[in-house]
Every structure is written in structure tokens, then in C-alpha cells.
């Protein structure tokens, strides 16, 4: 048997590794949990659902087959539309349809990915589909947006775009100056397209130079025409970002302050940190509906760690005339929201998926709709929503398993039984070549 000074030892070693091992961890976003927060639920992109016509494509194996599916918007009429183990995101424009799915498992090489999806495009009712792009992509496709002009915005460890898309459609950056409590930050914003880009820039640092264009580092990607934020690059907090664009304003943060750009001339309308905020907070997501900006502020217990619980989160309504802002909730550790809407709030509750019906400026009502898989917090989950249905999966690496759909007005909960079959996975392995080195 080891001495107990052996044991302290071994120990304090190992913990020691964690806390070396931990910070170099990549990860897209600071927890387990991928929550999709639409403003518009019939938003035709998404995570793993998207609305179109009078028909929710979805991703699921609930007829004992992985991929795409769609059914009618009270949720009756299921059907296959396309199989791939493994679609990361879906988008769906003029008729057609196009996800980031899998292309091949590759045996880990040096730095290529074990892993790789590409982007896919099919017309909706075949089961048929091909690559949008005739060269070969070699690194995975973590997001995408096909805008309604048809440039491709990918993010495969970064934004990129196309050569043809920048010199046709490229509009000289704009460099904004944000002062945040004496610092010097710059906000670049250009636009391509219909597409707006907002990032943070640094003049000094060659990495936010994209094409020899200063599109800047960690962009967040705004369509003009529905006014949602469509694709991020975000590699971490601390950071400016870009969530909501209307007629008049951009709606921006930066760390704990809120931003709010005009939208013409990108100056500086705006600045303020809500009430209750300090530098330990971070401006996660914000969403507007009619004359309200719900702003979502959360808490980390560290944010150099890719893994870390959620300390506490707020949620602020803020009048977009006035621009005050009032406190609507103020969270626990136990506690999350994992959907805004005009009329509601959806929250993780100590275990349980509740519904919390707002009215007159605040909570009027709560409502439990599920209990919440109870390694949601431990494992990579994923939260999506399309017409009036919230969609939550299991992901894998590679794959994902739909555990809950749930319709978040009649409260009617539908469970998934069938388990992920990764016996489908085999066929999109590497095979041996039988040469030796």
C-alpha cells in the first residue's frame, strides 16, 4: 500500500496536471451546453432546426436512421429528407437545402482533423446531395452562413470567405472607437452584401487581417435582412460581439457593457452597463422583440477554463428609446435560460425544463414541461428551436441524439427512444491502404 504521503503527493500532481491541461483546452463555447437563442423562430437556419414553408427540418434518428427529417409545424407528417450521421448545421434558401454533415472519420495525422464535415447542399424533397465547392475541404465545417445574395460565409477555425466574394462585394471597414473604462478598443464593421460583420480590431496585430482585409479577430456575423446574428467566430469571452440589427441600431457588448451602434453611420449611440453588472460578467446574448432588448449577462467561476460551472446569470430588459434597463431575472447556480420570446422565457431549474410566461413587464406564470437529462451539465447537449417546438440533443463526436421535442405553447412533450446507432459511423471511416511506412 502507497504511504499517505505518497497518496498527498500523487495527488497534488495530478491536480496540478488538470490545472495545466485544462486552460489549453479548445473549446467554442465556455460550457457543455450549445443553446441556440433565434430571435425569429421561423428562422430558416440553425443548430439542428429550421423552419421553411409550412414544414421544421430537424436533425434526429427517431425512425432509426440518423440525419434530417422534417414534419408539419404541429408536429405530425415525420419523414426522412436526408441521412448523414453527423449535421452540425442547417440552412435552408431558395428551395434548397444545406447542412454541415460528415464527410469522412479520418485517422488522426498530424494536424489534420480526426473528423471532417464539410458543407452539402441538396433541393429540398431529394435525398440526393453533393458539395457546394468543387475544391476539397480538408478542415471541419463548425458553422455557415449561405446569405440570400448567395456569398458563403464559413467558420472552420475562422471566417472565411470567398476570393470572388471579397472583390466584388467588399465595403471599406469601419473603424470604431470604444473607450471601456480607459482602454482603447476598436470595433471593425464591414459589409458584404447583405451581410453584416462586426469584430474586434486591433490595427497592430496581423491575425485580424482576413484576405489582406480588416475584417478583424472573432467576427460575429449579422444578416441585414432578418436583423439575427447568423455566424460567430468566438473563441472565448472578453471580447466585443454583435447579436441584433434593426432599422436604426446595431446592438453590440463588449465584456459587461452594452454597446448600441447607429446603424448608418456606425457611431457610438450608446454605451452602458446595466445595473448589478462588474467585470466578472460577460454580455452573452441579446435578442429584440417590438420595442425590448432582453440582454443576457452571465458569470463564470473562471473563464480560462474550457469546463467550469455557471455561477449566475441575469437577464435585463432594456427599452430601446430610453435605453434603461430593467433587471427581469437573477439567476442561481442551478439555474439557466435556455430560450428567449416575446411572450415567455424558457429555464433550466435545479433539474427541470420550466416555461415562464411573461406578462405586464414581468414573470406572470411558470410552467414545468420536462425534467432535463441529468448529465445536461456534464455532457455536450444541444438546444434549438423552430416554430413553436424546442429541440434537445445528445452530440457525440461525431453524432447527436434527439432526446426532446417539446412544444413550448401546448406544453406536449415527445421523447425520443431510439439510441444513436454509431454502427453507421463505419462506412464514413478511413480504410487501410495496405502500404507501410
Same mark, same amino acid.
Given at each position: 500500500m502507497?504511504k499517505?504521503?505518497n497518496?498527498i503527493?500523487?495527488?497534488?500532481?495530478?491536480?496540478?496536471?488538470c490545472?495545466?491541461?485544462?486552460p489549453?483546452c479548445s #473549446?467554442?463555447?465556455m460550457?457543455?451546453?450549445?443553446?441556440?437563442?433565434?430571435?425569429?423562430?421561423s428562422?430558416n437556419? @440553425?443548430?439542428?432546426?429550421?423552419v421553411y @414553408?409550412?414544414r421544421?427540418?430537424?436533425?434526429?434518428?427517431?425512425l @432509426?436512421?440518423?440525419?434530417i427529417?422534417s414534419?408539419k =409545424?404541429?408536429?405530425?407528417d415525420? +419523414?426522412?429528407?436526408?441521412?448523414?450521421p453527423n449535421v452540425?448545421m442547417?440552412?435552408i434558401t431558395g428551395?434548397k437545402?444545406?447542412f454541415? @454533415?460528415l464527410?469522412?472519420?479520418?485517422?488522426?495525422? *498530424?494536424d489534420l482533423?480526426?473528423?471532417?464535415?464539410?458543407?452539402?447542399?441538396?433541393a $429540398? *424533397?431529394?435525398?440526393k446531395?453533393?458539395k457546394? +465547392?468543387?475544391?476539397?475541404?480538408?478542415?471541419?465545417?463548425?458553422?455557415?452562413?449561405?446569405a440570400?445574395?448567395?456569398?458563403q460565409?464559413?467558420d &472552420?477555425?475562422g471566417?472565411?470567405l470567398?476570393q470572388?466574394t471579397?472583390d466584388?462585394?467588399?465595403k471599406?471597414?469601419t473603424?470604431?472607437? $470604444?473607450?471601456?473604462?480607459?482602454?482603447?478598443?476598436?470595433?471593425?464593421?464591414?459589409?458584404? *452584401?447583405g451581410? %453584416?460583420i462586426?469584430?474586434f480590431?486591433?490595427? /497592430?496585430?496581423?491575425?485580424?487581417?482576413?484576405?489582406?482585409? &480588416?475584417?478583424?479577430?472573432?467576427?460575429?456575423v449579422?444578416?441585414t435582412n432578418?436583423?439575427e446574428?447568423v =455566424? %460567430?467566430v468566438?473563441?472565448?469571452q472578453?471580447? $466585443?460581439?454583435a447579436f441584433?440589427?434593426d /432599422?436604426?441600431?446595431?446592438?453590440?457588448s463588449y465584456?459587461?457593457?452594452?454597446?448600441v451602434?447607429?446603424?448608418?453611420?456606425?457611431? !457610438?449611440?450608446?454605451?452602458?452597463?446595466?445595473e448589478?453588472? &462588474?467585470?466578472?460578467?460577460d454580455?452573452?446574448?441579446?435578442?429584440?422583440?417590438?420595442?425590448a432588448?432582453?440582454i443576457?449577462?452571465?458569470r463564470?467561476? /473562471?473563464?480560462?477554463?474550457?469546463?467550469?460551472p455557471?455561477?449566475?446569470?441575469?437577464?435585463?430588459?432594456m427599452?430601446t428609446?430610453t435605453?434603461?434597463?430593467?433587471?427581469?431575472l437573477?439567476?442561481?447556480?442551478?439555474?439557466?435560460?435556455?430560450g428567449?420570446?416575446a411572450n415567455?422565457?424558457i429555464?433550466?431549474?435545479?433539474?427541470?425544463?420550466d416555461?415562464?410566461?411573461?406578462?405586464n413587464?414581468g414573470?406572470?406564470?411558470?410552467q414545468?414541461?420536462a425534467n432535463?437529462? +441529468?448529465d445536461?451539465n456534464?455532457?455536450?447537449?444541444?438546444?434549438d428551436?423552430a416554430?413553436d417546438?424546442?429541440?434537445?440533443? +445528445?452530440t457525440?463526436?461525431p453524432?447527436q441524439?434527439l432526446?426532446y421535442?417539446?412544444n413550448?405553447?401546448s406544453?406536449? !412533450?415527445?421523447?425520443?427512444?431510439?439510441?444513436?446507432?454509431?454502427?453507421v =459511423?463505419d462506412s464514413?471511416?478511413?480504410?487501410?491502404s495496405?502500404? #507501410?511506412?
Amino acid at each position: 500500500m502507497f504511504k499517505k504521503s505518497n497518496r498527498i503527493l500523487i495527488s497534488a500532481f495530478l491536480v496540478l496536471f488538470c490545472l495545466i491541461l485544462l486552460p489549453s483546452c479548445s #473549446t467554442r463555447n465556455m460550457d457543455t451546453l450549445s443553446i441556440d437563442y433565434k430571435n425569429d423562430k421561423s428562422t430558416n437556419f @440553425g443548430y439542428t432546426a429550421a423552419v421553411y @414553408g409550412d414544414r421544421i427540418y430537424y436533425v434526429t434518428n427517431e425512425l @432509426g436512421k440518423s440525419g434530417i427529417y422534417s414534419m408539419k =409545424l404541429d408536429g405530425t407528417d415525420v +419523414r426522412m429528407e436526408v441521412e448523414n450521421p453527423n449535421v452540425t448545421m442547417l440552412e435552408i434558401t431558395g428551395g434548397k437545402l444545406y447542412f454541415s @454533415g460528415l464527410e469522412k472519420i479520418r485517422k488522426p495525422s *498530424g494536424d489534420l482533423p480526426t473528423n471532417v464535415n464539410t458543407l452539402y447542399c441538396s433541393a $429540398l *424533397g431529394s435525398a440526393k446531395y453533393g458539395k457546394t +465547392r468543387d475544391r476539397e475541404m480538408n478542415a471541419n465545417i463548425g458553422a455557415f452562413f449561405v446569405a440570400q445574395d448567395g456569398f458563403q460565409f464559413i467558420d &472552420s477555425g475562422g471566417l472565411s470567405l470567398d476570393q470572388d466574394t471579397v472583390d466584388s462585394k467588399y465595403k471599406k471597414i469601419t473603424m470604431i472607437p $470604444l473607450d471601456y473604462k480607459g482602454e482603447s478598443v476598436y470595433a471593425g464593421v464591414c459589409k458584404i *452584401g447583405g451581410t %453584416q460583420i462586426i469584430a474586434f480590431f486591433d490595427p /497592430d496585430d496581423p491575425d485580424t487581417y482576413l484576405f489582406n482585409i &480588416s475584417i478583424g479577430g472573432d467576427p460575429f456575423v449579422l444578416d441585414t435582412n432578418t436583423g439575427e446574428l447568423v =455566424l %460567430q467566430v468566438d473563441n472565448g469571452q472578453d471580447m $466585443l460581439k454583435a447579436f441584433q440589427i434593426d /432599422d436604426k441600431y446595431i446592438y453590440c457588448s463588449y465584456n459587461e457593457m452594452v454597446v448600441v451602434l447607429d446603424k448608418t453611420t456606425y457611431s !457610438v449611440k450608446k454605451k452602458i452597463i446595466p445595473e448589478g453588472l &462588474s467585470s466578472d460578467y460577460d454580455i452573452a446574448h441579446m435578442t429584440k422583440y417590438g420595442n425590448a432588448v432582453y440582454i443576457m449577462a452571465d458569470r463564470w467561476l /473562471d473563464t480560462s477554463i474550457a469546463a467550469q460551472p455557471l455561477l449566475n446569470e441575469k437577464l435585463y430588459k432594456m427599452d430601446t428609446k430610453t435605453f434603461k434597463c430593467t433587471k427581469l431575472l437573477d439567476l442561481g447556480q442551478n439555474q439557466r435560460i435556455l430560450g428567449i420570446d416575446a411572450n415567455y422565457i424558457i429555464l433550466l431549474d435545479h433539474g427541470e425544463i420550466d416555461k415562464l410566461v411573461l406578462k405586464n413587464g414581468g414573470i406572470d406564470q411558470k410552467q414545468k414541461l420536462a425534467n432535463a437529462p +441529468r448529465d445536461i451539465n456534464l455532457n455536450t447537449y444541444t438546444i434549438d428551436y423552430a416554430g413553436d417546438w424546442m429541440f434537445l440533443h +445528445r452530440t457525440y463526436s461525431p453524432g447527436q441524439e434527439l432526446v426532446y421535442k417539446i412544444n413550448l405553447q401546448s406544453g406536449k !412533450v415527445i421523447q425520443n427512444s431510439v439510441k444513436y446507432d454509431f454502427s453507421v =459511423l463505419d462506412s464514413y471511416r478511413e480504410k487501410d491502404s495496405g502500404v #507501410t511506412n
